[in-house]
Nanobody
Framework: QVQPVESGGGSVQTGGSLKLSCAASRVAVDGYCLGWFRQAPGKEREGVAAIDDLGYTDYADFVQGRFIISQDSAKNTLFLQMNSLKPEDAATYYC????????????????????RGQGTLVTVSS
């Protein structure tokens, strides 16, 4: 399995934006999907956003309307545009190809979400 490489994290102020990228991710094909999840210090992993092979997307309630997931199939790259960031969005973000249903992925918690790459750290100051 190709190891994903996440990038684009950084430190922003509340209300700021960041765009995360995940290289070497496979495209969402054949009924499977791709997603982003996150883990804050001392907290369990939680699904954030997912996109399927038809381009349908789903989001966790806590990012709905602020984050946008997309993919560049030609470059095998997955993106997460994060707007209106809040301090509670601070976490290490991971991309994942362990995704079958987008609705299940964004509601997943804990060890069901597997980190295959190093993740990218996002910090948000108030």
């Amino acid at each position: 399995q190709v190891q994903p490489v996440e990038s684009g994290g950084g430190s922003v102020q509340t209300g700021g934006s960041l765009k995360l990228s995940c290289a070497a991710s496979r495209v969402a094909v054949d009924g499977y999907c791709l997603g982003w999840f996150r883990q804050a210090p001392g907290k369990e992993r939680e699904g954030v956003a997912a996109i399927d092979d038809l381009g349908y997307t789903d989001y966790a309630d806590f990012v709905q309307g602020r984050f946008i997931i997309s993919q560049d199939s030609a470059k095998n790259t997955l993106f997460l545009q994060m707007n209106s960031l809040k301090p509670e969005d601070a976490a290490t973000y991971y991309c994942s190809g362990d995704c079958i249903e987008i609705s299940d992925f964004v509601r997943a918690k804990g060890d069901t979400l597997k980190a295959r790459g190093q993740g990218t750290l996002v910090t948000v100051s108030s």
